[in-house]
């Protein structure tokens, strides 16, 4: 083989190996909820090196809720490098966090709003939509990817206030921001929702959590069926422990129990964002997806459910 060749060849094994992804103890620690990217140790890994574009989302416009980190921040960035205007949601106290998302976005040469509230308020749910359609010129994939959890010992910890919180967060907003969002989208637009493995297995110290997943994944199905004549697709994406500020800054995971997050998955490590974000791309991208709405894709890393 030529030197050239052998290049080529050494380059593809590189890219073609697993990633060497950080597993678990990893130091113990704990925030307080919502929690910041910045301050977790190992820092998540967002920018997927061995991910190649190809402009499957060029000319789009994309709303992310919860982009300021985890599995958000990462989707954003991808979606920034295949084409995509982005506009990412978040907390007024999760800032710094999405100043660095936007900052990753502007590196790639790509497009990047911020704006900052809180989606349990129905009304801020609607000015999002608007504010983002009046911001990028459009709305063509919604990512409702925002989500709140605290773990409890038994149901009896669990206060109707913690409840109301949870499900306005992660299931609530969903509906209020795709009703909103449908107003403005086309054939050819997306929605796309994160779900979790606790909406199919269940939890026992996340029950509230837990039902509004599951919730998640029912309104996925009834929206995509609802929505096939107008040529919009709607999915979830479902994943397993994902290194993220979600549980570190959940009040009920003590730092020893966060040092050791993920360790119990099949593949003795939770995920990392980048590891997601590839399946947001996938649905989002009508070369990819057109033929599929309905469905709660599955990234687990090894657990397995019936079907």
Request: glycine letters at 10%.
């Amino acid at each position: 083989m030529t030197n050239e060749a052998n290049a080529a060849a050494a380059e593809r094994s590189q890219t073609d190996a697993p990633p060497r992804e950080p597993v678990p103890p990893f130091p113990k620690q704990h925030q307080d909820s919502p929690g910041l990217e910045s301050q977790l140790d190992p820092k998540p890994r967002y920018q997927a090196g061995g991910y190649r574009p190809a402009g499957k989302l060029e000319g789009k416009a994309a709303l992310i809720t919860g982009g300021d980190s985890g599995i958000g921040r990462a989707v954003a960035v991808l979606y920034a490098r295949e084409g995509a205007k982005v506009a990412i949601a978040c907390l007024p106290e999760e800032r710094s966090d999405a100043e660095e998302t936007q900052r990753a976005i502007k590196a790639v040469g790509g497009q990047c709003r911020i704006f900052s509230g809180d989606l349990t308020d129905k009304q801020y749910c609607s000015e999002l939509v608007e504010t983002t359609v009046r911001e990028l010129g459009a709305l063509d994939i919604l990512v409702s990817n925002a989500a709140h959890q605290s773990r409890k010992d038994k149901l009896e910890d669990v206060s109707d206030e913690e409840i109301e919180r949870t499900f306005d967060t992660n299931i609530f907003a969903y509906m209020r921001l795709a009703r909103s969002s449908l107003k403005h989208m086309k054939a050819g637009s997306c929605i796309i929702a994160t779900s979790s493995e606790t909406g199919i297995m269940g939890s026992e110290k996340l029950p509230d959590y837990s039902a509004t997943k599951g919730a998640i994944n029912a309104f996925t199905k009834a929206l995509a069926q609802a929505l096939i004549p107008r040529g919009i697709r709607v999915n979830a994406v479902a994943p397993g422990p994902v290194w993220t500020p979600l549980n570190p800054s959940d009040p009920g995971l003590p730092p020893e129990d966060v040092a050791n997050f993920g360790m119990k998955s099949p593949m003795g490590r939770p995920a990392q964002p980048e590891e997601l974000a590839p399946a947001y791309v996938f649905l989002a991208s009508n070369a990819d997806s057109s033929y599929i709405t309905g469905i709660v894709l599955q990234v687990m890393g090894g657990e397995t459910t019936g079907g």
